[in-house]
């Protein structure tokens, strides 16, 4: 309990530093419209918690954004491995690559508005957002896989499976950990930036707009603390579930 209460202190105080200064700067501006205060935005988010309507738009949203990042983190590592495997997938694979990191997610939104209903949209910029983080990460992981180890297990006559649990996971998986710290990120801002644009019935997206339109700004930051929470919470989930599952292979 004591190391907990360590670790958490500092947290802890620099929030309430933060939250001070909030509170003095909206006292500072006096006006609801351009920061309301603190306590204003937690009674609206507290207002929020027992209403249907944010529980299905956070269903809504997070199936899709969190669909979108499994389904990124499937495809890029089955196009890690094989570009890892055969150099022409990599070449061909790279200026796709390259582009998808490069674009701005406006205009990705913007085009697949063309093509993709706007239910989905968010799943679609989310997965996007993923496929290359993910792809990058897991390729240098795999080309900095020890030479030595490979040799020593040449030496030995140790069978693929027995190098891909041994030798590639062992050596891949922190290269996995930090892509998938740095795509869930990303595909949260993403995917809700999606929803504001294409503004599909029912979605958090749809809220956020919804509260820009009427001037509903302590709302409009309650769903922004929504936003956040759903993101640390599933990162949260899914980066503890990666931790587990990686001391798990250390002890084979």
Same mark, same amino acid.
């Given at each position: 309990?004591?190391?907990?209460?360590?670790?958490?202190?500092?947290?802890?105080?620099?929030?309430?530093?933060?939250?001070?200064?909030?509170?003095?700067?909206?006292?500072?501006?006096?006006?609801?419209?351009?920061?309301?205060?603190?306590?204003?935005?937690?009674?609206?988010?507290?207002?929020?918690?027992?209403?249907?309507?944010?529980?299905?738009?956070?269903?809504?949203? =997070?199936? %899709?954004?969190?669909? #979108?990042?499994? !389904? @990124? *983190?499937?495809?890029? /590592?089955?196009? +890690? &491995?094989?570009?890892?495997?055969?150099?022409?997938?990599?070449?061909?694979?790279?200026?796709?690559?390259?582009?998808?990191?490069?674009?701005?997610?406006?205009?990705?939104?913007?085009?697949?508005?063309?093509?993709?209903?706007?239910?989905?949209?968010?799943?679609?910029?989310?997965?996007?957002?993923?496929?290359?983080?993910?792809?990058?990460?897991?390729?240098?992981?795999?080309?900095?896989?020890?030479?030595?180890?490979?040799?020593?297990?040449?030496?030995?006559?140790?069978?693929?499976?027995?190098?891909?649990?041994?030798?590639?996971?062992?050596?891949?998986?922190? =290269?996995? %950990?930090?892509?998938? #710290?740095?795509? !869930? @990120? *990303?595909?949260?801002? /993403?995917?809700? +930036? &999606?929803?504001?644009?294409?503004?599909?019935?029912?979605?958090?997206?749809?809220?956020?707009?919804?509260?820009?339109?009427?001037?509903?700004?302590?709302?409009?930051?309650?769903?922004?603390?929504?936003?956040?929470?759903?993101?640390?919470?599933?990162?949260?989930?899914?980066?503890?579930?990666?931790?587990?599952?990686?001391?798990?292979?250390?002890?084979?």
């Amino acid at each position: 309990m004591q190391k907990f209460y360590r670790r958490s202190a500092p947290v802890l105080l620099s929030l309430a530093v933060w939250l001070l200064l909030w509170q003095m700067l909206s006292l500072r501006l006096d006006a609801e419209i351009l920061l309301p205060a603190p306590h204003v935005v937690f009674r609206r988010f507290c207002a929020l918690l027992v209403t249907a309507e944010l529980w299905t738009a956070v269903l809504f949203s =997070f199936v %899709r954004i969190a669909g #979108g990042f499994l !389904l @990124g *983190l499937l495809c890029g /590592a089955s196009a +890690a &491995a094989l570009s890892a495997r055969f150099r022409p997938v990599k070449e061909f694979l790279s200026p796709a690559m390259a582009l998808i990191k490069a674009s701005p997610v406006a205009s990705f939104t913007i085009l697949l508005l063309t093509w993709v209903p706007s239910r989905n949209l968010s799943a679609v910029i989310a997965f996007l957002m993923t496929l290359p983080v993910i792809y990058t990460n897991l390729l240098a992981g795999i080309s900095a896989t020890d030479p030595l180890l490979l040799e020593m297990a040449d030496l030995f006559g140790v069978g693929r499976l027995g190098r891909l649990r041994c030798i590639y996971l062992s050596q891949v998986l922190p =290269f996995l %950990r930090s892509g998938c #710290g740095l795509a !869930l @990120g *990303l595909c949260w801002k /993403a995917g809700v +930036a &999606a929803e504001v644009i294409g503004i599909p019935a029912g979605s958090i997206g749809e809220r956020l707009y919804e509260s820009k339109i009427y001037y509903d700004i302590p709302g409009l930051f309650a769903w922004t603390v929504v936003i956040i929470l759903m993101s640390l919470l599933f990162g949260r989930i899914f980066l503890g579930l990666l931790d587990s599952a990686m001391r798990a292979i250390e002890r084979m």
